[in-house]
């Protein structure tokens, strides 16, 4: 959950610095350049710690689904 909110606090971030950065170039094309490929590369890498808290959480629930309960293998299958 820390990384999530990591992540959503430097996306936030990340756009407030784009729109700073777009307008203290100087000139269209610099301007246009920092919309179209500086900012898209600058939100990618402020969502990554999204990407891996997703993947983490994903991580665990697989392991939650495996792990193995003596307690439950012990147990007679009820037979209907």
Not at 22 to 28: D, L, Y
Not at 30 to 37: G, I, N, R
Not at 61 to 71: E, K, Q, S
Request: zero cysteines; hydrophobic letters at 70%; proline letters at 5%.
């Amino acid at each position: 959950m820390f990384l999530i909110a990591l992540g959503l606090v430097s996306v936030i971030a990340t756009g407030f610095g784009v729109v700073a950065w777009a307008i203290a170039v100087e000139g269209f094309w610099e301007t246009l350049a920092v919309v179209f490929v500086g900012a898209p590369l600058a939100l990618l890498v402020a969502a990554w710690p999204v990407a891996l808290g997703q993947a983490l959480r994903a991580i665990a629930d697989i392991g939650d689904a495996v792990t193995f309960d003596p307690a439950l293998a012990s147990a007679p299958a009820a037979r209907f």
